[in-house]
């Protein structure tokens, strides 16, 4: 920890904090989407600053699929969630550096990472529960209880509520939105049961919201801080367009609210020495992008044509994604402009359905990867000229920042971290790294794509460009910076 940052804590601390990362799904372990990104990159950048970040995470069919043979068993007790007595067994990994608790459960974990529902309501209801009880047997004794997404919102209220003066009581809460339109919420006899909470707090003042108990509305609540993925998201969640009937607790605690811009990790992603590319390539020397985005045209089905924009997604196919506009322009845009579309994704099954008959309509233009493999979205990214967001919002985004770094020109709708990461391009000036445009409307998008078809015709406005993007440094370091930074204002 440098002097700076003693300073920011006004004392010359002997340590930096001691960090517990509690969340649903944590990569290279187990992952379904960011969260699970940014889980696995935070800890490591902040171990290169000297912080002992550690995580805990349920011990899912995947990661014991894979890892179970790597594991110490350190011990295992009983928890009660209502009716039910269950097993936790807390298993310790080692994996490069980084230090893992893992959860475990048959019942809870043996099979899917969300079971949607009732059931995943209570699977997390038992992880919260879990964490909490095994804190006093673990050989590490957190200063900061880091909790991330609904899953583990629960757990500062818990903290409060029921072990205030405990071991569980001690250690400060941070509650970090990857996305607040996921709130956990459930029938509230349900949560009475299972949390054993009294009736005093199923309240519209406390954990009650739109008819149900809302597990992120606690956490809102209860948690030290609160923290989103981007500075523009943690604005717009304070206002009704944005902030799914949360906006005005997060008004109310408004001075706890902060917002750190999530980053990439540049050992998994760097063109320059990527094992799923047919040639590597860097900012200075590109000419492994042209090699790629051949390579790309040839494994997807596309005509091999160097002369043609790509433009790209690696996305979950969704409303938030904005599909809908997808669904409104996209046959416009292949019949009247002389493109290629590589989609990497899947998703809401009409949206499926709408991709898989435009590949049969533009056989040779169009390709839609239905499904999610690394192979695939990382010749995506290198192989693509321009990388399509249309989000209806975004609270940080990191395609946008991947796809930069590969020098795929983002075009994006300016919401959330995208307008935090992405700036418009200046012919004037030379700056900018994409093309944005502001309202969720298909013939803005449209607009901004136009835009970049002519960026594409001119050779060294789009070489410079891609220089722009691939020179931006979306580094997880200056993330971990922050989160120490905030870290230390907690304590």
């Known amino acids: 920890m440098n002097d700076e940052m003693r300073q920011e804590r006004g004392e010359d601390r002997a340590r930096p904090p001691r960090v517990l990362l509690a969340a649903a799904e ?37 990661v014991k699929q894979a890892y179970a043979s790597r594991t110490e068993h350190l011990f295992q007790f009983y928890v009660d969630l209502g009716w039910r007595h269950e097993y936790v067994g807390i298993e310790k990994l080692e994996l490069d550096g980084i230090v893992y608790y893992l959860v475990d459960n048959e019942r809870y974990y043996g099979h899917r990472i969300y079971s949607g529902g009732e059931e995943e309501g209570e699977q997390y209801a038992f992880f919260s529960r879990a964490v909490l009880e095994c804190l006093p047997g673990l050989d590490f004794c957190p200063d900061i209880l880091h909790c991330n997404d609904w899953h583990t919102a629960m757990i500062p209220m818990l903290m409060k509520v029921q072990y205030a003066g405990e071991v569980q009581g001690k250690p400060k809460s941070l509650l970090s939105i990857h996305n607040i339109l996921f709130q956990g919420k459930q029938h509230p006899a349900f949560v009475k049961d299972v949390f054993g909470l009294d009736d005093e707090w199923f309240t519209d003042e406390w954990l009650m919201q739109d008819g149900c108990a809302d597990y992120l509305k606690a956490g809102c609540l209860f948690a030290d801080r609160i923290n989103t993925v981007s500075p523009g998201y943690a604005a717009e969640i304070r206002t009704p367009e944005y902030g799914e009937g949360l906006d005005d607790i997060l008004n109310a605690r408004a001075d706890v609210l902060s917002g750190i811009l999530n980053g990439i990790d540049h050992e998994v992603f760097n063109p320059a020495d990527d094992a799923f590319l047919p040639v590597c390539y860097d900012s200075l020397h590109r000419e492994g992008k042209t090699a790629c985005k051949e390579a790309l045209q040839q494994r997807m089905g596309l005509e091999v044509r160097p002369d043609v924009p790509i433009f790209a997604m690696v996305t979950r196919m969704t409303e938030q994604k904005g599909f809908e506009l997808i669904q409104c322009m996209l046959d416009d845009f292949m019949l009247s402009e002389d493109v290629q579309f590589m989609l990497v994704g899947s998703g809401d099954e009409r949206f499926e359905n709408f991709m898989r008959a435009a590949e049969g309509r533009y056989r040779g233009r169009l390709c839609a990867y239905l499904g999610y493999n690394e192979e695939a979205a990382h010749l995506t990214y290198a192989g693509s000229d321009f990388f399509l967001m249309p989000s209806r919002f975004e609270p940080c985004g990191l395609g946008q920042m991947i796809a930069m770094r590969y020098g795929s020109i983002p075009v994006v709708r300016a919401t959330g971290g995208l307008k935090d990461t992405v700036k418009a391009y200046d012919p004037f000036t030379g700056t900018g790294n994409g093309f944005l445009f502001e309202d969720f409307d298909a013939w803005q998008m449209r607009d901004a794509i136009r835009q970049a078809i002519s960026a594409y015709r001119n050779r060294a406005l789009m070489a410079r460009l891609i220089g722009n993007a691939m020179r931006e440094d979306f580094g997880f370091e200056h993330t971990a910076k922050a989160y120490l930074r905030l870290y230390l204002r907690m304590l």
């Open 26 to 62: 944590c990569a290279p372990l187990s992952k379904t989407g960011g969260l699970a990104d940014v889980i696995g990159a935070l800890p490591k950048s902040l171990k290169r600053l000297g912080v002992d970040c550690r995580v805990i995470t349920p011990f899912h069919h995947v």
